[in-house]
């Protein structure tokens, strides 16, 4: 049976990616580690026109949740608009782009507009098999709950979904609005994921963090930011294991569903925890020529979790779909896809 429309939804920073091969020296320049994602501050500014100055650059619709959108809408394929976005653009041309990127993805966009600031960008910068990305949020950092999500035609569309997931980058603009999506899921025993997305997520907004924690049935992170929460939170462990079981163990609203934590280690096994147990999956291989480009792997994985946790799959298969989707996007430039998924 077909998914409903509106059944997934996502919230979180649209930003347009300015994507270029850049060398060690510009990294050396602007301070920055060959993968990492942070924000922009002031000693960047520069480095957005110079990207674009001295690199061949490549603009695309970006923004870890709605990247992840995005694979989730093209795995289901039909209908369309089963995805459903909020965020915050400027008005202005990169926000005339990403509205046109969302809807050729098929993705019911919604976007908060305001002029006050112009729309938010993330240059990606690509070493080899790394990337650094650095976000300059400016309209991203002006979504406001009461200006958009509390709006009843907005709202009416949040209570149509049954599957939530928003990045944690969301955390450093809106956690009320994440909370009371968060709450709304809990309360209606539907599925709230959410990403601890970036190790400055886990530290500097830690507090946030664990105020939503409780109402997150399924959490997602890699294995760089699995072991940042653990130290943040006195784990003193290091074994991504044990961090899974203790990260499922911290308290929940709702207890008709245990939490699952799911942790990917780039081209190591899967984690993921499971009734009391944690349980391993491997990768799909892949030849190191064939990787062209690993940026949006993770929110492609999550894309592809999602799109089979909407339709009521087993969780090993939303594991294997997650895969499946991180493997077509690192052979692609960007967070791009083919026309047509060949998942089974």
């Not at 955390?171 to 899921?185: M, W």
């Not at 462990?237 to 044990?242: A, G, K, R, Y």
Request: net charge negative.
């Amino acid at each position: 049976c077909p998914t409903d429309q509106n059944a997934l939804f996502g919230m979180g920073n649209p930003l347009l990616d300015i994507c270029a091969v850049v060398d060690k020296d510009f990294l050396d320049k602007y301070t920055l580690k060959p993968n990492d994602q942070i924000l922009a501050e002031d000693k960047h500014k520069a480095m957005f026109e110079e990207i674009v100055k001295k690199f061949a650059v490549e603009y695309r619709a970006g923004g870890a949740t709605q990247n992840s959108m995005k694979v989730a809408q093209w795995m289901i394929q039909k209908p369309s608009k089963v995805a459903t976005f909020f965020g915050c653009i400027g008005e202005d041309r990169f926000g005339e782009i990403l509205k046109e990127k969302a809807q050729e993805a098929h993705v019911d966009a919604h976007y908060y507009e305001q002029s006050k600031e112009p729309t938010g960008t993330c240059a990606a910068c690509i070493t080899g098999d790394n990337r650094s990305l650095v976000a300059n949020l400016a309209a991203a950092n002006c979504y406001k709950k009461d200006k958009h999500l509390d709006l009843e035609e907005n709202w009416k569309l949040v209570k149509k979904a049954k599957v939530y997931y928003i990045a944690g980058f969301f955390l450093t603009v809106s956690p009320e609005s994440i909370l009371k999506v968060a709450k709304h899921a809990s309360e209606n025993n539907k599925i709230f994921g959410i990403n601890l997305s970036a190790p400055f997520i886990c530290q500097a907004f830690k507090d946030s963090l664990l105020k939503v924690m409780p109402y997150v049935d399924v959490l997602f992170g890699n294995e760089t930011e699995a072991a940042t929460f653990a130290r943040e939170q006195g784990f003193e462990t290091e074994d991504i294991v044990e961090i899974a079981m203790k990260t499922q163990s911290l308290p929940k609203v709702n207890k008709k569903r245990q939490r699952i934590v799911v942790f990917t280690q780039g081209k190591e096994c899967t984690v993921m925890t499971k009734g009391d147990k944690v349980e391993t999956f491997p990768v799909l291989q892949i030849e190191e020529s064939e990787i062209v480009d690993t940026n949006g792997a993770g929110d492609a994985f999550v894309g592809g979790f999602l799109s089979e946790l909407v339709q009521d799959k087993p969780l090993e298969q939303c594991i294997r779909a997650g895969h499946y989707a991180a493997n077509v996007i690192i052979r692609h430039v960007g967070c791009t896809l083919p026309e047509k998924p060949d998942f089974h």
